[in-house]
């Protein structure tokens, strides 16, 4: 056994099993209350998802149809039509990956300026004042 290197660590390896079935069940009930508005979003990107990695699989299956059915027979046609397949799948895997990295990025209640916005109020200190150099990273 490996020695374990951080507290997390530490503590996870002395909770038991119970403790940690607890402690899942508690972060997924906690996961489905906040995350229950943006179910549409996730959802969305578990599908789109979903259809890119079909796509990302059909591909090496019409590779090898186009070795065995068309190379191997010497059938020009077949290897033209399978190619178009291929690039017809290829480029609707693109798109999906696009519209998944899109809405898993975007959030769903406007910019992120939008969001951030109220936490940085005056009262609790502009972002500047706390974060020191902040705008070189913008």
């Keep these: 056994m490996e ?16 403790h940690r079935c607890i402690i899942g069940a508690l972060l997924i009930a906690l996961l489905r209350t906040h995350l229950a508005a943006f179910k ?33 027979t010497g059938d020009t046609g077949y290897i033209w039509r399978m190619g178009g397949w291929m690039l ?17 990025c975007e959030p769903p209640w406007g910019s992120v300026e939008t969001f951030v916005a109220p936490c940085s109020t005056p009262s609790r200190g502009s972002p500047p004042a706390r974060y020191p150099g902040w705008e070189r990273h913008r």
């Design 3 to 18: 020695p374990v290197t951080s507290r997390t660590e530490t503590l996870l390896v002395r909770l038991s099993k119970y």
């Design 40 to 72: 549409g979003w996730l959802v969305a990107v578990a599908v789109l998802q979903a259809g890119q990695t079909m796509a990302t699989l059909l591909l090496p299956t019409l590779n090898a149809d186009i070795i065995d059915k068309g190379i191997a």
């Design 88 to 104: 017809l799948i290829t480029v609707v895997q693109i798109f999906l990956a696009a519209g998944a990295v899109y809405n898993g």
